[in-house]
């Protein structure tokens, strides 16, 4: 018995000692993790060495949301013509982080890119902002390719009943709906486009209100997204069993997407909210 407890607590040790060497080893290299919330919204975000993440999403006595998947930042630029691939770093010394506002700073030597991560809590109650800046620090003309907002990709019971809940625009004579609230099963696939005026020609489907929201009906556990942006945009949600992936940001459709940047230019996403229902 005594032989048997000893091994058990150097297994305990050992373990003990693993996990410890793996987060000084973690914060050795740089990685951080940070939270910001609101009375309503409690958002965990993580800086990796390549990219950002948005770890968690949590509301007073809610179910928390859990995201598997990190930013997904562009991966290439097209200089004179040539695509040159970017390689994103973490600038630990160049991020902040303050009680409202963290914003975590990507840099690409060559070409000389700078990419900020930034989320921000305008009032103590309410959802939670986010925006994707990227500067051309180099000295000659880059054409990046489409950005998006905010893409995540939540964990969710593969048999847990979602709902789905968006709202058309008025744009000529009201539809029949107006107000859809549809379930979420797996498989499910939508995209919601939004611009400055809305097509109603060729049975293309009505333009939406840039905001969705999302609610796990056996629980009253949810989250509502929207862009602050009066351009062309998209929302897109799709479930697969366990994941819904969902995405926020400019519309990609018609493409090719790309955006010119001088020197000394930047790109700034539309900005996204994300909060909880309660």
């Excluded at 975000?45 to 998947?69: F, H, M, Y």
């Excluded at 070409?111 to 051309?136: A, C, Q, V």
């Excluded at 005026?197 to 333009?207: A, C, H, I, T, V």
């Excluded at 819904?244 to 539309?270: C, H, K």
Aim: net charge negative.
């Amino acid at each position: 018995m005594i032989f048997s407890l000893a091994i058990t607590w150097r297994s305990a040790l050992s373990c003990m000692i693993g996990v410890l060497c793996l987060l000084l080893s973690l914060a050795a290299l740089g990685q951080i993790t940070a939270q910001l919330k609101t009375s309503n919204t409690e958002l965990v975000v993580e800086a990796g060495l390549t990219t950002p993440r948005l770890v968690s999403l949590l509301g007073p006595g809610q179910i928390k949301w859990e995201n598997r998947g990190s930013e997904t930042l562009i991966s290439s630029v097209n200089i004179s013509d040539k695509d040159v691939p970017v390689l994103w770093k973490f600038n630990r010394d160049a991020s902040q982080i303050d009680e409202r506002r963290v914003a975590f700073v990507y840099d690409c030597a060559s070409p000389h890119l700078r990419l900020t991560w930034e989320w921000k809590s305008r009032e103590s109650f309410g959802p939670i902002e986010h925006e994707i800046t990227i500067e051309n620090l180099d000295d000659q003309e880059i054409w990046i390719p489409m950005q998006d907002s905010l893409v995540v990709n939540w964990q969710v019971d593969p048999h847990s009943a979602l709902e789905h809940l968006f709202v058309e625009k008025g744009a000529d004579t009201p539809s029949l709906v107006g107000t859809h609230l549809v379930p979420i099963k797996d498989g499910y696939q939508w995209t919601g486009t939004s611009s400055t005026y809305g097509d109603l020609s060729n049975d293309q489907p009505r333009e939406i209100i840039p905001w969705s929201l999302i609610e796990r009906t056996n629980s009253s556990s949810g989250w509502y997204a929207g862009i602050e942006f009066s351009g062309r945009t998209r929302v897109s949600i799709s479930r697969s069993r366990d994941s819904l992936q969902v995405a926020l940001g400019l519309n990609p459709d018609p493409g090719p997407f790309r955006t010119r940047l001088e020197p000394g230019q930047s790109f700034e996403s539309p900005v996204v909210f994300l909060g909880r229902i309660s």
